[in-house]
């Protein structure tokens, strides 16, 4: 059975950081890349950066850049997204996703599997 596992949200004040993790399980994880989605209260799902797991090749969203870093621990089958800096406007459910297509990409119709999501609230 595949599963995604989102952890580490919370709560955290502006200019804080958090690391997210993605544990993932029932394929094989080097043959994916994972993304990580983030959605706010009343608006869409947007993509905020992705890696190919095995290649390094990372995407990072214009909101996030500078700020977030996505890595992988090919050993763990885990991907995590540390978040520094994090800006009240960073609030929302937290999801990642893999897909088997090997390109960084945040459209979320190329993506097979989800997780649960976890929240991140930023507070002013």
């Known amino acids: 059975e595949v599963q995604l596992v989102e952890s580490g949200g919370g709560l955290v004040q502006a200019g804080g950081s958090l690391r997210l993790s993605c544990a993932a399980s029932g394929f094989t994880f080097v043959n994916y890349a994972i993304g990580w989605f983030r959605q706010a209260p009343g608006k869409e799902r947007e993509g905020v950066s992705c890696?190919?797991?095995?290649?390094?090749?990372?995407y990072y969203a214009d909101s996030v850049k500078g700020r977030f870093t996505i890595s992988s621990d090919n050993a763990k089958n885990t991907v995590y997204l540390q978040m520094n800096s994090l800006k009240p406007e960073d609030t929302a459910v937290y999801y990642c996703a893999a897909t088997t297509l090997r390109v960084v990409t945040t459209f979320e119709y190329n993506y097979d599997y989800w997780g649960q999501g976890t929240q991140v609230t930023v507070s002013s």
């Open positions: 890696i190919i797991i095995g290649d390094g090749s990372t």
